[in-house]
């Protein structure tokens, strides 16, 4: 088959399942994975026979793709804030509002002057603590998760990116307190409603971790309670509290971020115009 053809291919194989521009992501990232392909290469190049085994490879993939399996699982890795990652089915695939996460906390932590400690909650791939520590590479950065599994992958991502994380497993909603205190608390905690499975696509419910996704109906904020709770004694003078939310859940999240003790917190939108981050001071 040459590469012209394996494109008609993904196309015929996965159109009745995802949009054109989601397979043609697929199409590129799989030909840059087993044939070290760039974009430019499969016009340059759509003439060129692929090998049988890569073929044999790559059509496997397309089976996996085919069960919505997200991409990202198939070949073990993603990128985030410019970074490599490898993710595995016990840990979240980083998402872009979450970037914009890390890029609010860079900007703010110029504002400390001097070496700051920072704890991340909830640690998944290691996305969050990593490329904070990798572009604020004095910061002393620890991370918890309850996941054993997540933080073996996380500490696979500390070495590949090349950077000292400590990485406590434990259970937040246990700890009467946190390990030490804080310049910067940060947490991506799970936040989706049971009554919200319907919005959410099969390629994440049917592969992506649900200890990483859900929380009870009638108790949502329950990680965010509980997190604030504890940033309240443990973050420093001019310590700083960051939360990824529930974009349906801004002002309830701000106010009880407030009734635990904050007085000043930032409501922020993403990219896509959703409620999604908050920011706040003691
Ligand atoms: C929404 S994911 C975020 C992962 C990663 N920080 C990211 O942004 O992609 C939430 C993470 O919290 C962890 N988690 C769930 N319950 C927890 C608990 N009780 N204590 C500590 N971590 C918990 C999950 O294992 C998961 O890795």
């Known amino acids: 088959m040459t590469i012209k053809q394996l494109k008609s291919v993904f196309s015929e194989e996965l159109s009745s399942i995802y949009p054109k521009t989601e397979i043609d992501t697929f199409f590129y990232i799989t030909v840059e994975e087993y044939l070290n392909f760039k974009r430019i290469d499969t016009v340059l190049k759509a003439g060129e026979e692929i090998e049988k085994e890569t073929e044999q490879i790559i059509l496997s993939l397309l089976d996996r793709l ?41 900007e703010e932590s110029s504002s400390f002057g001097k070496e700051i400690k920072i704890l991340d909650i909830g640690t998944g791939s290691g996305c969050i603590p990593i490329s904070l520590k990798v572009n604020l590479p004095s910061a002393k950065v620890s991370t918890i998760d309850i996941s054993s599994e997540a933080i073996q992958i996380a500490k696979q991502n500390a070495l590949i990116n090349n950077v000292e994380i400590e990485f406590i497993n434990s259970d937040i909603l246990q700890n009467k307190s946190l390990p030490d205190n804080y310049d910067i608390i940060v947490s991506n905690p799970p936040y989706v409603r049971e009554l919200e499975k319907e919005e959410i696509k099969n390629n994440v419910l049917l592969n992506e971790p649900h ?5 009870e109906n009638d108790n949502p904020l329950i990680f965010y309670d509980k997190i604030s709770i504890l940033a309240s004694k443990h973050l ?34 993403d990219l896509f115009g959703n409620d999604r981050m908050i920011k706040a001071t003691l």
């Open 66 to 106: 085919k069960k919505e399996e997200p991409i990202q699982y198939i070949i073990g890795k993603t990128e985030f804030y410019g970074l490599p990652f490898n993710v595995n089915s016990n840990t979240l695939i980083p998402r872009p509002e979450t970037e914009e996460l890390v890029q609010w906390i860079i």
């Open 211 to 215: 200890l990483a996704l859900f929380v």
């Open 236 to 269: 420093n003078k001019g310590g700083i509290l960051f939360f990824e939310i529930n974009q349906y859940l801004g002002k309830e999240t701000s106010q009880l971020v407030k009734n635990n003790g904050f007085n000043t917190i930032h409501l922020r939108k």
